[in-house]
């Protein structure tokens, strides 16, 4: 009974998400004179041979890692109440800039990749940087200055790829940045596939995903274990009494935009040192736009960003199959839209529900009070996960 | 936070399971009809915009649809995603599911069909508008166009109209396929009248892929060269072109449009009537004859296509009647390309 009524709210939400968003798409499919059950389906078949099931897995395991990225991104910002619009533009910039330097030298193995990563880092920081500035010295919203800064930042990569970086000759129709050698590669873990007694698909399923899941590791410790993480989510909460308790905060944005462009940078690398292993001009565009998306439905936690993400790249990778069965491939853009909009409402509802349950549980007795301090949490999350927090 | 996760993913899991078991059924059904290697089943991978783009892709279709009329067979069709990162995984879909051949719309296809087509040596693969010369896959086959040879009638027929003596072009993005219309126009124009004033102007640069969707700048730009004198202006850009054709009805003058008959795929009859010719690329000639040809078995992978004015793969559309007075001096030029005695030139002089 205890652990039903810890374990309700925090289930209540996302639970009620997918409800509300099977319904509502199942209604417009239905008005649209398509089967749900068929396009449910559908989605769900990962194909006939253990090879194509592991192939299917692999490519939205490869296409959510990059989202996980995108989302952790703008979470972070969020989390301080800012709202790094110029994900795009960092993520971009770093690439075109890692490719370039990942080009350019010769180094062993580890060494090159940790070159490229750090290119592609302190590039989206930079960027990210020039917000923070604007921000703490002109005043300048972050979100305007960073969505003007995405056009610059597609400008320069632009300039650089056909200009200063072009590799490839004249005369070609797609162009790209000279090719990172194989030492500055992340290999794939196929291996780690095989060891576990799965087919060994086509594809390659990207050793980034190390990388990526330290990165979300490394920021929920940050976020929750350490004073930085504590003075991050207090400012996010209410600036003023984070200011008023010692918070620094012009130095917090700054940090803050730092450490979200950063991870920005990331965003690129999954593709580019995983398949591309250059910048080109069709080199995927949008994800951090859809980081947004991701960051919302996952309530800004690393743990719920990466379901999030997962969520999405099934959704996409669904996509091909329903368009083979003759199904329209817009039933999977409602699908996505509903979700979104169904995540921010339920987690409105799950947010009353428990506040009122909390008040009743106060009045009756003390002892499952609403308490301030470790539970801080921002504006879509809601107060239903710090309860959890509190009492776990 | 966590168990929530945890439990959402087995339940999402145990969803999964039962789908897959429910549908191993049917599947199987399906591909042992396939089996029998008399059905055709075509697949058809298209470029962003997807079908209904009225130009491109729909000429794609058109071509397939008219192969499968004579040849029977099915079609599928897919749309890469809003992001179209997923362009190989249409293509190796199609194959994984038995489609033969596959057929890819458009250059950005130009990387991921070739190693697709390494992957798959027993599915036959075609490329519009990308070569499949030396990429080292002899199940291939590049389907080009010779639209400097096209372009080349667009800019007679902008000479023999213009009032004028000033004509102008507008390319969508700066990038080789698009220096080739350019080209072409421009030649075409000064060996009607030498001393033609040709105003040439790209909308987004290289690497930048906006120009060849968005008519707001194309009616900006259109809108400049009729405003310097300029009274025909020819576009290569896609969905820019709308611009092209608003700025052109709203200075009075005229424009040319390009890949498909645009006087018959432009709603507005205000637009219509601006539309003297279009520049046509038969993707849909290019695509059937390919199917027909790997209906014959007399594809030849690894090797390059060329649709030009001797096999008709490129010419002028005639709706609306507004060129069919200089038809006979259209009709000498073309006949003097397909004869070699004039050779198009593929890149401007600048």
């Given amino acids: 009974m205890n652990a039903l009524r810890r374990l309700g709210p925090a289930l209540f939400a996302p639970v009620l998400a997918v409800v509300v968003a099977v319904v509502i798409s199942s209604v417009v499919m239905a008005a649209l004179h398509v089967n749900p059950l068929r396009v449910f389906e559908v989605m769900f078949d990962f194909g006939d041979t253990p090879s194509q099931q592991v192939t299917a897995l692999v490519v939205i395991v490869n296409r959510a890692i990059p989202l996980f990225l995108a989302g952790l991104a703008v979470a972070v910002a969020f989390r301080m109440g800012l709202f790094n619009i110029g994900v795009e533009g960092q993520y971009r910039l770093a690439t075109i800039m890692a490719a370039a330097a990942g080009a350019a030298v010769s180094l062993p193995a580890p060494l090159h990749v940790v070159l490229i990563v750090v290119v592609a880092m302190l590039v989206g920081a930079l960027w990210a940087g020039i917000v923070a500035v604007l921000k703490v010295t002109r005043g300048v919203s972050e979100v305007i200055s960073s969505i003007m800064l995405n056009f610059v930042a597609l400008g320069l990569a632009s300039y650089f790829l056909t200009g200063p970086f072009r590799g490839t000759a004249a005369g070609t129709q797609i162009v790209s940045t000279k090719e990172v050698p194989e030492s500055g590669w992340v290999p794939s873990l196929n291996g780690i596939l095989g060891a576990l007694g799965l087919a060994n698909p086509p594809r390659q399923l990207y050793g980034f995903l190390v990388i ?18 504590f003075d991050l989510r207090a400012s996010g909460l209410s600036a003023s009494a984070a200011v008023a308790s010692g918070v620094d905060a012009r130095g917090m944005v700054v940090k803050t935009m730092l450490l979200s462009g950063g991870i920005a940078g990331l965003i690129g690398l999954p593709d ?98 609403p308490t301030p301090g470790p539970g801080l949490t921002p504006p879509p999350g809601g107060s239903t996960d710090a309860r959890q927090e509190v009492q776990a | 936070m966590m168990k929530a996760a945890a439990l959402l993913l087995a339940g999402s899991m145990a969803l999964a399971a039962c789908a897959s078991d429910e549908k191993s059924g049917g599947t199987a059904s399906e591909s042992s009809a396939s089996g029998g290697g008399k059905d055709l089943k075509i697949g058809l991978a298209y470029d962003t915009g997807g079908r209904g783009d009225r130009s491109f892709n729909d000429s794609a279709y058109a071509g397939v649809e008219a192969a499968i009329k004579e040849h029977g067979g099915k079609l599928s069709e897919l749309s890469p ?208 004859a390919y199917i027909d040809s790997f209906v014959d078995g007399s594809v030849k992978g690894g090797s390059d296509v060329i649709n030009d004015l001797s096999t008709d793969g490129v010419g002028l559309a005639t709706s609306g009647g507004f060129i069919d007075d200089i038809k006979s001096d259209i009709d000498e030029y073309k006949q003097k390309i397909v004869d070699g005695e004039i050779t198009v030139p593929t890149e401007p002089t600048k």
Avoid: C, W
């Fill in chain 1, 212 to 229: 990526a899941l330290v990165a979300g590791v490394g920021v929920a410790i940050l976020l929750n274990r350490t004073r930085f993480g």
């Fill in chain 1, 272 to 369: 580019l040192l995983g398949s591309t292993h250059a910048y080109t001009t069709n080199f995927t565009a949008g994800l951090g736009f859809l980081g947004i998306a991701v960051s919302l439905l996952g309530r800004n936690r690393p743990g719920g960003i990466a379901l999030a993400a997962l969520l999405f790249a099934f959704l996409d990778r669904s996509l091909v199959p329903l368009q083979i069965a003759d199904f329209p491939a817009s039933v999977v853009t409602i699908f996505q839209g509903t979700i979104v909009l169904a995540v921010v409402i339920a987690n409105e509802v799950a947010r009353r529900v428990t506040r009122r349950a909390a008040e009743r549980g106060t009045a009756e007795a003390t002892e499952a009070g």
């Fill in chain 2, 81 to 288: 995603n809003a992001d179209a990162s997923n362009r190989a995984d249409l293509l190796t879909q199609l194959a994984d599911q038995g489609y033969n051949p596959i057929i890819a719309v458009g250059f950005a296809y130009g990387q991921d069909v070739v190693t697709v087509a390494k992957q798959y040596p027993d599915v036959d693969f075609a490329i519009v508008d990308s070569s499949a010369e030396g990429q080292g896959a002899d199940n291939l086959t590049g389907l080009l166009f010779a639209e400097n040879e096209g372009s080349f009638l667009a800019g007679v027929a902008a000479a023999l109209k213009t009032e004028t003596n000033h004509i102008g072009f507008v390319g969508g993005v700066d990038t080789e396929l698009i220096h080739k219309f350019e080209a072409g126009y421009v030649a075409g124009a000064t060996a009607v009248k030498p001393d033609i004033t040709v105003d040439r102007q790209y909308i987004s640069p290289e690497g930048d892929f906006s120009g060849f969707n968005d008519p707001a700048k194309g009616k900006i730009v259109a809108q400049g060269m009729f405003d310097a004198g300029a009274d025909i202006v020819y576009h290569a850009a896609g969905g820019s072109g709308l611009g092209v054709f608003q700025a052109a009805a709203a200075a009075g003058k005229r424009a040319i449009g390009v890949d498909s008959d645009q006087y018959q795929t432009v709603d507005d009859p205000a637009l219509q009537a601006v539309i003297m010719t279009s520049m046509l690329k038969r993707v849909d000639n290019a695509v059937q």
